[in-house]
């Protein structure tokens, strides 16, 4: 078969057809067969909201895989970065030592879903016997893509298995993180899971729920065409009042959630905490066909443990309510622990074209793996679970 390698500045370049019947129900294992990040409607939601483009330091440069006659075999989900910034794996000290040594870190290519720190394909090919040569071409052109543009590096962050062993089958330096995932060991409801925990820890989250609705404050689950303008209004009141805070510019525009109402409500569940007739905060999670994935909260009023409820138990109930696998609640947070929530090692690959930088960043990256595996180890001892802490029981 005749392949040839494309470079898309945009998606509207490309039908949403063919970019989801490449992007989606592929994967093997345990990864999700639908990953709503890596559709059509989410990626496309990004540019169209103007959310990302070269105005912004995301300028989306998608290099695709095509046959002969033009048909989509596979995609990547590529920007050129005039930053670090929404990546959630972070350059910042690589960026820093290689201009302080006279070199130029940007542009850099990223692959990855903008502002998103959760785990999918970024290679986008159906499975198939021609899905390593399409894995193979895509990374050929990213490669001759970062030597044609001057860019320094190419990092491909929160990679799934297959994903990741193509890339450093390939010569890519791995990467690994941590994050805290909520994972359904067949649950039929809330007090099932809590059966599974220790005493001391179901008495703190009793109380925690108990106190986070303690001022009349009511939750209210609301997905599809329930999403009307207004919900989103009072959500992204909530976003901007935390990205204001935490990052000082939030990512995201508010025209960005009316188009992902329009083109996938039926994979957004958003949770309003509603007190006294007004929302007053609320968090927004994306459903794929096996995972929950919690994304930005944000409040108007602040209430004891309303963020615990909120992003993390209402998550729960809702997975258990669906019969979903999983609860991915985002990057960092040890504080999620004690509600359940489980360390799951998380992966990146990254491809540096100087060969000193290259050496540094490789000899950086093999001590901070064995930090990040032991770390995760001592995590995993410390949940709240019966099975690993009887003695707390």
């Known amino acids: 078969m005749t392949f040839q390698v494309k470079i898309a500045q945009g998606l509207k370049a490309v039908s949403a057809a063919a970019w989801d019947a490449c992007a989606l129900k592929t994967g093997s294992g345990d990864d999700d067969p639908f990953n709503p990040f890596v559709s059509y409607a989410f990626l496309s939601a990004l540019e169209d909201s103007g959310c990302?483009?070269?105005?912004?330091?995301?300028?989306?440069?998608?290099?695709?895989?095509?046959?002969?006659?033009?048909?989509?075999?596979?995609?990547?989900?590529?920007?050129?970065?005039?930053?670090?910034?929404?990546?959630?794996?972070?350059?910042?000290?690589?960026?820093?030592?290689?201009?302080?040594?006279?070199?130029?870190?940007?542009?850099?290519?990223?692959?990855?879903?903008?502002?998103?720190?959760?785990?999918?394909?970024?290679?986008?090919?159906?499975?198939?016997?021609?899905?390593?040569?399409?894995?193979?071409?895509?990374?050929?052109?990213?490669?001759?893509?970062?030597?044609?543009?001057?860019?320094?590096?190419?990092?491909?962050?929160?990679?799934?298995?297959?994903?990741?062993?193509?890339?450093?089958?390939?010569?890519?330096?791995?990467?690994?993180?941590?994050?805290?995932?909520?994972?359904?060991?067949?649950?039929?409801?809330?007090?099932?899971?809590?059966?599974?925990?220790?005493?001391?820890?179901?008495?703190?989250?009793?109380?925690?729920?108990?106190?986070?609705?303690?001022?009349?404050?009511?939750?209210?689950?609301?997905?599809?065409?329930?999403?009307?303008?207004?919900?989103?209004?009072?959500?992204?009141?909530?976003?901007?009042?935390?990205?204001?805070?935490?990052?000082?510019?939030?990512?995201?525009?508010?025209?960005?959630?009316?188009?992902?109402?329009?083109?996938?409500?039926?994979?957004?569940?958003?949770?309003?905490?509603?007190?006294?007739?007004?929302?007053?905060?609320?968090?927004?999670?994306f459903m794929g066909d096996t995972r929950l994935y919690g994304r930005n909260w944000g409040c108007i009023e602040d209430h004891p443990f309303l963020h615990f409820e909120v992003c993390y138990y209402q998550a729960i109930e809702f997975a258990i309510a669906r019969g979903l696998d999983r609860v991915e609640a985002g990057a960092q947070g040890e504080h999620k622990l004690a509600r359940g929530y489980q360390p799951v090692i998380t992966s990146s690959a990254h491809d540096i074209a100087d060969p000193a930088l290259r050496r540094a960043v490789q000899a950086y990256l093999q001590q901070e793996r064995a930090y990040v595996s032991e770390a995760a180890k001592e995590l995993a001892e410390a949940t709240p679970f019966k099975y690993r802490n009887e003695n707390q029981d």
């Not at 690589?94 to 720190?117: H, N």
């Open 52 to 285: 990302v483009g070269a105005k912004t330091g995301w300028a989306p440069v998608h290099v695709l895989v095509e046959d002969e006659g033009g048909a989509l075999l596979g995609a990547a989900p590529c920007y050129v970065k005039s930053h670090s910034q929404g990546e959630y794996v972070f350059d910042h000290s690589w960026a820093d030592a290689y201009e302080r040594a006279g070199g130029r870190y940007y542009p850099k290519l990223q692959v990855s879903v903008p502002f998103t720190p959760v785990t999918g394909p970024r290679l986008l090919v159906p499975n198939g016997p021609q899905a390593g040569n399409v894995r193979a071409h895509l990374i050929a052109g990213l490669r001759a893509l970062r030597d044609q543009i001057g860019a320094s590096s190419i990092h491909a962050t929160f990679l799934q298995q297959d994903d990741l062993e193509a890339f450093t089958d390939h010569d890519f330096l791995r990467r690994d993180d941590q994050q805290f995932h909520w994972l359904n060991e067949g649950y039929s409801s809330f007090d099932d899971f809590m059966s599974a925990l220790t005493s001391r820890k179901r008495k703190a989250i009793k109380r925690e729920r108990r106190d986070a609705l303690a001022n009349d404050i009511s939750i209210e689950w609301v997905t599809g065409p329930e999403i009307t303008e207004a919900h989103w209004d009072a959500f992204f009141a909530f976003y901007m009042d935390t990205g204001s805070r935490k990052w000082g510019r939030p990512y995201l525009n508010r025209r960005f959630f009316s188009l992902i109402g329009e083109r996938m409500a039926d994979r957004v569940l958003l949770v309003m905490a509603k007190r006294e007739g007004r929302h007053i905060a609320g968090a927004i999670n």
